[in-house]
């Protein structure tokens, strides 16, 4: 089994910045990509952001520029730096994880929002 925990989330204004950290548990032999998925109220999960073991890293056009995502595989743990942030990045923040031994895993969320 593989835990995964989100931490960072919180209320901030717009232009203000907030760093996101999931951390992975259990059975882990090294994720292939972990990275970022958010979900405003009343619309589908989109994709932000991941980052592979190699520490290639892929943006949504959205947040290109302002937002960094980074890892440690050696803590199994997945980072997202979120700068000039906007009210249209509010939204529930998920942690995913894939490995070819470990499958695909979602963490709980974590809440930002941005007011204006």
């Known amino acids: 089994q593989v835990q995964l925990v989100e931490s960072g989330g919180g209320l901030v204004q717009a232009g203000g910045s907030l760093r996101l950290s999931c951390v992975g548990s259990g059975n882990i032999f090294g994720f292939e990509t972990m990275g970022w998925y958010r979900q405003a109220p009343g619309k589908q999960r989109e994709f932000v952001a991941d980052?592979?073991?190699?520490?290639?890293?892929n943006y949504a056009d959205s947040v290109k520029g302002r937002f960094t995502i980074s890892r440690d595989n050696a803590k199994s743990s997945v980072y997202l730096q979120m700068n000039s942030l906007r009210p249209d990045d509010t939204g529930v923040y998920y942690c995913?994880?894939?490995?070819?031994?470990?499958?695909?895993?979602w963490g709980q969320g974590t809440q930002v929002t941005v007011s204006s």
């Open positions: 995913n994880t894939k490995g070819v031994v470990e499958g695909t895993h």
């Open positions: 980052i592979s073991r190699s520490l290639s890293a």
